[in-house]
């Protein structure tokens, strides 16, 4: 700026402090195997109006007549009041209702829901005019074979006599009479819902989703297909968990997931990766390559095998490795596809743990931090689990490194935060991810220097630039000590940068981390003693 004439001046110059951001933690990338495409059941939803409850003493959870109930739309009152804290829920083979609170003993509770089914039964098709034969239904699309019978006016028609069948290009089924019935009469009928195709994404193809609903569109719904509903009670339980991003794909074969993580590498945001149901050593081999080798940056979420032996570590197919964890055993929840296709059976199934795991990182990430160990959480979704583990037969489980799902008290929790490394140091899952986070966001708050004069004034930045980002991270919790100097260091100067690496290029940070560890074993240590009289 030219200084022509007397006066104050006041200009702007480059901060010295180039502030560096926590790198996100909780992005999740899922890869399942299954085929280009599947059967999806079709779940009709039933109106349930106004169920009568009469309301008692010291609760406010009351089992419903029928299950399972769809939980998006549903109204509750009490006392011709709306309860808009009230909650709905599948629970194992019944459903409930839980009210904001405690009525008053002999309210008037009355419930409005939807109730899946796979059959239709009694629907109302139309009324006859004596020259019409055929007619829409309400159901799409519909099995027509045998799984259907009609009646005008009450009176059986034979299902020779009857047409079913589903238009696909209008996308509607239709019910054909080969006499048509009289003028005034009503007509109905009962038939089956058909299971209709889905055809996925092309293989190898990566989609971000940000809701179960984004990935339904994608991937589809719950199926009968085993791989593509172990992904997509994954997903489910992702973000039921807490979980908000995650990036999809599938292969058609295990063998292919070595060249499916090629194609994951590229997206920098990713930090967790999990392969529901995947237990081949080979294939976990490739992804704790991916998560050390190719990015350096991701942790690894690995299942047991479904059915291991709990009293045999052997059985569980372990790899040593301080970028992943292992957690056994599998959880039971409700899947719609299975009570589709067993109307008269409860709908559960056990899955792989590795989704709702996932979720459960992402929620700790947020509300407490990434140096919180993702244990002694709830596993929202589970209803029960494949094998209860009692604390004798986790004591051998846990020092192999396999975190097991126990139930507390019918609360199904997670009870395990060690990663697959035999070393002390890497232990717990915590540690070694909050030293991915670390390292990650020091990699990319520093891209700044690249190419920077190689001098004092440089690295005298560099230090200060890293101690304030550690700083932040030791007052959040995430550095053991009680002073700065405690917890860690920053050295970046003469003695680090010697003139030979200096003129090879070089700038050499050291940097010393001291991360908290978590409260494994917990112990009070009681002794009888006798006060002096």
């Known amino acids: 700026m030219p200084y022509s004439s007397p006066g104050i001046y006041v200009e702007e110059i480059p901060s010295l402090i180039q502030p560096i951001a926590g790198v996100g933690t909780t992005t999740a990338a899922f890869i399942g195997v299954f085929p280009d495409t599947f059967k999806i059941p079709t779940i009709p939803l039933i109106n349930i109006e106004n169920e009568e409850i009469t309301g008692g003493k010291d609760t406010k959870t009351y089992k419903l007549k029928y299950f399972p109930v769809a939980q998006s739309s549903f109204e509750i009152k009490v006392n011709d009041q709306i309860d808009q804290g009230a909650k709905l829920s599948n629970n194992g083979s019944d ?46 699309p519909v099995r027509d074979q045998d799984h259907f019978s009609f009646k005008v006016d ?83 339980g992702f973000f039921n968990n807490g979980g908000t991003r995650c990036y999809v794909t599938r292969v058609k074969d ?18 967790l990766v999990v392969a529901p149901g995947i237990t081949d050593p080979s294939a976990r081999n ?10 350096g940056d991701r942790f690894a979420i690995f299942d047991s095998e479904e059915n291991a032996d709990a009293n045999n570590a052997a059985s569980f197919n372990l790899v040593e490795s301080d970028y992943a964890a292992l957690y056994f055993p599998w959880i039971q929840v409700f899947d719609p596809a299975t009570k589709a296709k067993n109307p008269n059976g409860n709908g559960l199934i056990f899955v792989p743990p590795s989704g709702h795991i996932a979720g459960i990182y992402a929620r700790v990430d947020a ?128 003695e680090t940068n010697p003139p030979t690496e200096v003129a090879l290029g070089k700038v050499i940070a050291e940097v010393g981390v001291s991360i908290v560890r978590p409260a494994e074993f917990v112990i009070f240590r009681i002794s009888q003693t006798t006060l002096p009289s």
């Open 95 to 140: 459903s409930s209702v839980t009210l904001s609170a405690v009525p008053q003993e002999g309210a008037k509770i009355s419930i409005t829901y939807f109730l899946y089914a796979t059959k239709v039964s009694n629907e109302l098709i139309g009324q006859g005019d004596g020259v019409i034969t055929e007619f829409q239904l309400k159901g799409y």
């Open 286 to 295: 490739n992804i704790i390559d991916h998560c050390k080798e190719k990015t």
């Open 154 to 236: 009450g009176v059986p028609i034979k299902n020779e006599d009857v047409t079913l069948k589903n238009d696909d290009q209008k996308k509607l089924a239709l019910v054909k009479f080969k006499t048509a019935p009289p003028k005034g009469q009503t007509v109905t009928g009962d038939y089956a819902i058909q299971f209709p195709d889905f055809i996925s994404v092309t293989e190898k193809e990566v989609k971000l989703c940000t809701s179960f609903t984004e990935f339904k569109k994608f991937f589809g719904d719950f199926s009968i297909d085993p791989g593509q509903q172990q992904l997509a009670h994954a997903v489910y």
């Open 254 to 271: 295990k063998k292919d997931i070595k060249d499916v993580l090629t194609e994951l590498e590229v997206i920098d945001e990713i930090s």
């Open 367 to 494: 509300q407490r931090g990434i140096h919180k160990a993702p244990a002694n959480e709830v596993v929202s979704g589970a209803v029960g689990v494949e094998k209860a583990i009692s604390k004798n037969q986790q004591d051998g489980l846990n020092s192999k490194g396999i975190n097991c799902i126990r139930v507390f008290n019918s609360t199904i929790k997670v009870w395990g935060a060690r990663t697959l490394s035999k070393s002390n140091e890497l232990r717990y899952i915590n540690v070694r991810r909050t030293l991915l986070f670390l390292r990650e966001s020091i990699d990319e708050g520093t891209q700044w220097a690249v190419f920077e004069p190689n001098n004092p004034a440089l690295w005298q930045k560099i230090k200060r630039n890293v101690s304030d980002f550690l700083l932040v991270q030791w007052r959040a919790g995430a550095l053991f000590g009680n002073t700065e100097r405690e917890a860690f260091y920053v050295k970046c100067d003469a």
